[in-house]
C-alpha cells in the first residue's frame, strides 16, 4: 500500500505561484508514475500532469502547459508540482496519484491505484 499526503494548498492572487508536495509512505514510489489532478467545485476531477519513475518524461494538460511543472525527488519518496502565474480558474482541490504503470506518463484516472485526501488551491482575482 502506498498513502500519499499532499500539502502547500492555500489562498494566492492572481499571477502567484504555489508549490504542491506530494509525499509518499508504505513503499518506494521509484517505480511507480505519479500524477496530479484537480477537482473544481462542481466539475469532474482533471488530469492536470504526470510524470514517468524516472522523472525523464512529463506529460501536462493544455491549460497548465508552460505555467505548471511536475518533478519528483525519488530519495525523498517526494513528487511536486511548481504553479506559477496562476489564474481564477485554477482554482480547486488538487489530488496527487500513484500508478503501478511507470514507464511513461499516465493521464487516464482509471490507471492510477493510489490517491491522497487533496490540498486546496484558492487563486483570487
Known amino acids: 500500500q502506498v498513502q500519499l499526503v499532499e500539502s502547500g494548498g492555500g489562498l494566492v492572487q492572481t499571477g502567484g505561484s504555489l508549490r504542491l508536495s506530494c509525499a509518499a509512505s508504505?513503499?518506494?514510489?521509484?517505480?511507480?508514475?505519479m500524477g496530479w489532478f484537480r477537482q473544481a467545485p462542481g466539475k469532474e476531477r482533471e488530469f492536470v500532469a504526470s510524470?514517468?519513475?524516472?522523472?525523464?518524461?512529463?506529460y501536462y494538460v493544455d491549460s497548465v502547459k508552460g505555467r505548471f511543472t511536475i518533478s519528483r525527488d525519488n530519495a525523498k519518496n517526494t513528487v511536486y508540482l511548481h504553479m506559477n502565474s496562476l489564474k481564477p480558474e485554477d482554482t480547486a482541490v488538487y489530488y496527487c496519484a500513484a500508478s503501478k504503470y511507470g514507464g511513461t506518463p499516465i493521464t487516464p484516472m482509471r490507471l492510477y491505484d493510489y490517491w491522497g485526501q487533496g490540498t486546496q488551491v484558492t487563486v483570487s482575482s
Open positions: 510524470i514517468s519513475w524516472s522523472g525523464g518524461n512529463t
Open positions: 508504505g513503499r518506494t514510489i521509484t517505480t511507480y508514475g
